[in-house]
């Protein structure tokens, strides 16, 4: 068959099976979304926005007032900007992003299958055999499932590409592979990060495995540096490209769950489709095909080929008695694949790491960055699927020689029945998705309704009348070191990114994990209520900021009707959003004002704390531990050190029967490590007269909305119930390691009540606030 006329057909084939799979998305690609939850609606959103509205590296759709570089936003550098630099000369190139966008993920499958297809007829595996292998492996390839969130991953075809290149060179070393492998790399890593993380790994195992397959021989040793030196290249230049553009300098390097999410073999060997349930008696119950990060099943026809190939493999043992003769051969170059192949499956198993993986993030930091390690099977899936396919059609070949051309036959027609059989699961996990895809551009659009821009028309106002918007209840996911997520983040995320993406008025919250902490420290003071100067109300401009308010869950009355206090009404978008509109820097003047108002009453009062106003006769309870030591603690000398144990005992605190309120605010300040993600949380138990627990509650650090160097404010409301004597608060590490160093000015006070405390180290503090 001719060369031209295969690979026409095989991409014939992709298509058609790309409009099989995914209809919508294919033939509607300017006006469907794949995914509109959670990380699917923030990627398209990110990448989106830059496009329409940014230019540049620079973001500034999330964390206003700073924005983001765009490479810590999941956006796709690679793609996003040269539409947004070709948009600002050819208009309509804008209009049409999201179909680029959408196409060029679906493209991606086409070239993984050519790539596969080539690799396959490379060793000379017949032609329509080839064709259907490559279209099953790389629509069953586990990559795939990140089209539904992690688009920058999920394009396909770099690893097929370098598996090929990779044997190409070492097959006849000829420069020109690495150069391919390092330009590959290079694309891929402005796709996302993860994939050039990805292949670097891999690229390590094949070079190991190229050394240690050829004894260490001097041209194995050659061969290797050469083919690192190509690929750091790629890692160099990538790298260069975020250092030179970057300005933020306190980005986390420690993230949440480092060396996590493993792959397992439950991922590998069982599967929620069609005959993928088999082994469940030996590795567990199956689950979806989009489901965990190490999803890798590698399918029927290759779990019965593994099978096959140990049979083979102890029958030649036993007859070769101590000879290990392999039952199937194949070349180096592949051999060298395999070996790496399985490498790279320990380490996305989170082997050795599982052993202690706090001694390998600590000691070598590289590893730290590796928070996903079950995406690192990927390699590992399109070796082997490849790999088995060569072998039944090398058993296909020595039928045909044995003139046993019937079981040949059958032999590739069973193993293409179950193929389709398998892959029909993975069709339809993929329909669902698609099957609302049209829906999701509608609404999130609003083709079918009054848009964002027309809706503030009415109210007499432009989009650029507004410097921000602030949704509340407040969420805000930044630097893993905070989590605050208030409220139904999941619709309130949805129903902003579709406001910001209107009118490109930019969002305050935030769902991004790599910021600045220096810039989330800041963000997080704008919810920490009226007696928190919030500094950073000096970068906004005179603009008034929309508050999106999601009516269903209650407010935090303490900080976030701070806002609605301030704010004039604007209407209701839905039954379920009220939107507002507010001037910072009037609030700002206001809670100035509040504030000063506060400090003549606390510097007239003799006390050097207490209660001011009306609360002034209730009960609360300060502790600013200087019993416990002399060192410097939050706000005077001394705090409580923090122990070995995994929890401690904080305070005891006696209530008084003659107490009027009922609903306290209770906060303290954490020393807390400026490394890593882990702060301490907090638990406070109420017992009665004879000593039995009538209440719990729980609040955490990582909720905090005030920080101050290395200092985390801890803070809840909760009932204080009317049998209750006396409470203990607990600390709590949460980790198997230190989170913190000390507490220090723990504060019980009624949540309506202002506390002053005339403190030696931080001059005046209102409601435990530095002023």
């Not at 190490?294 to 008695?321: E, N």
């Not at 432009?462 to 605050?484: C, M, R, T």
Request: proline share 5%.
């Amino acid at each position: 068959m001719n060369k031209y006329y295969i690979h026409f057909l095989l991409w014939l084939s992709a298509i058609a099976c790309i409009i099989l799979v995914f209809p919508n998305l294919s033939l509607h690609p300017n006006s469907s979304l794949i995914s509109v939850w959670n990380d699917g609606i923030k990627n398209y959103f990110t990448t989106l926005f830059y496009i329409d509205y940014n230019e540049g590296n620079h973001f500034s759709g999330m964390n206003y007032p700073f924005g983001e570089h765009i490479v810590f936003t999941d956006n796709m550098p690679a793609f996003a900007r040269p539409i947004q630099w070709l948009g600002q000369y050819v208009p309509w190139v804008k209009q049409h992003s999201l179909g680029a966008m959408n196409l060029t993920l679906l493209f991606s499958i086409v070239l993984a299958a050519h790539f596969v297809f080539k690799t396959l007829r490379h060793y000379k595996v017949p032609g329509l055999f080839a064709i259907i292998s490559a279209l099953f492996i790389v629509f069953c390839a586990p990559q795939l499932n990140r089209i539904t969130a992690h688009y920058g991953m999920s394009i396909l075809w770099y690893l097929p590409a370098i598996i090929y290149f990779i044997i190409r060179y070492f097959e006849g070393q000829q420069w020109r592979y690495l150069l391919y492998i390092s330009l590959v790399s290079t694309i891929a890593a402005l796709f996302h990060l993860y994939n050039l993380a990805i292949i670097l790994v891999f690229i390590g195992f094949v070079t190991a495995s190229n050394m240690l397959l050829h004894r260490f021989s001097k041209k194995s040793i050659r061969q290797s540096i050469w083919m690192l030196f190509f690929e750091l290249i790629s890692v160099g230049l990538s790298y260069s490209y975020v250092l030179s553009t970057d300005t933020v300098k306190d980005r986390p390097t420690y993230p949440y769950e480092a060396l996590g999410n493993e792959a397992t073999l439950n991922d590998i060997f069982v599967n929620d489709t069609p005959l993928g349930h088999i082994f469940q008696f030996l590795f567990g119950t199956a689950t979806p095909v989009i489901s965990t990060e190490g999803k890798s099943y590698i399918g029927l026809v290759s779990i019965l080929v593994f099978i096959c190939l140990t049979v083979l493999f102890i029958k030649r043992i036993i007859r070769y008695k101590s000879k290990a003769v392999s039952p199937y051969a194949i070349d180096k170059p592949f051999k060298i694949l395999l070996l790496a192949a399985l490498f790279q499956l320990l380490f996305s198993m989170a082997i050795p790491f599982i052993v202690d993986r706090d001694f390998f993030i600590d000691h070598i930091s590289v590893f730290r960055q590796f928070r996903a390690l079950g995406r690192f099977i990927w390699p590992f899936y399109f070796v082997i699927m490849m790999f088995c396919t060569l072998f039944i059609a090398d058993i296909y070949k020595k039928l045909r020689a044995k003139k046993k051309n019937i079981l040949a036959t059958g032999l590739l027609t069973t193993t293409m029945l179950i193929w389709l059989i398998q892959a029909y699961g993975y069709v339809q996990a993929f329909k669902l998705y698609d099957k609302e895809a049209k829906e999701n551009y509608t609404v999130l659009y609003s083709k079918a309704e009054k848009s964002w821009p027309e809706w503030l028309k009415e109210k007499g106002y432009e989009v650029s009348d507004f410097q921000a918007v602030l949704g509340l209840p407040f969420f805000h996911y930044n630097s893993d070191k905070i989590w605050i997520d208030l409220g139904n983040v999941g619709r309130n995320e949805y129903e902003l990114c579709k406001l910001s993406l209107q009118t490109g008025i930019p969002m305050i919250n935030t769902l991004l994990a790599r910021t600045s902490w220096g810039q989330t420290f800041a963000n997080i003071q704008l919810l920490d209520g009226p007696f928190n100067p919030k500094e950073v109300l000096d970068k906004f401009d005179d603009r008034p900021v929309l508050l999106y308010v999601e009516k269903i869950d209650k407010l935090n009355p303490d900080k976030e009707k701070e806002w609605m206090d301030k704010a004039r009404f604007l209407g209701s978008w839905s039954d379920e959003i009220d939107m507002y509109l507010i001037n910072p820097k009037q609030l700002q003047a206001a809670n100035q004002r509040l504030r000063d108002t506060i400090r003549q009453i606390a510097e007239a009062s003799p006390e050097q704390s207490g209660l001011a106003g009306i609360h002034k006769q209730q009960f609360y309870y300060a502790n600013n531990f200087k019993q416990n030591n002399t060192q410097p603690g939050f706000a005077d000398p001394g705090m409580l050190l923090a122990t070995d144990e995994a929890s401690m005992i904080v305070d005891r605190i006696e209530l008084p029967a003659d107490r009027s309120d009922s609903i306290y605010t209770i906060s303290i300040w954490a020393k807390c490590n400026m490394k890593d993600f882990r702060t301490p949380y907090f638990e406070i138990y109420q017992f009665d007269s004879t000593g039995k627990q009538i209440g719990m509650v729980d609040f955490h650090t990582k909720a905090t909305t005030n920080v101050i160097q290395d200092w985390f404010k801890a803070e809840t409301n909760f009932k204080i119930e009317a049998p209750a004597k006396y409470m203990i608060i607990k600390a709590f590490r949460g980790w198997n390691k230190p989170v913190y160093t000390g507490l220090d000015n723990l504060l019980l006070q009624p949540s309506q009540s202002i506390h002053f405390y005339k403190s030696p180290l931080r001059g005046l503090l209102l409601n435990n606030r530095p002023q």
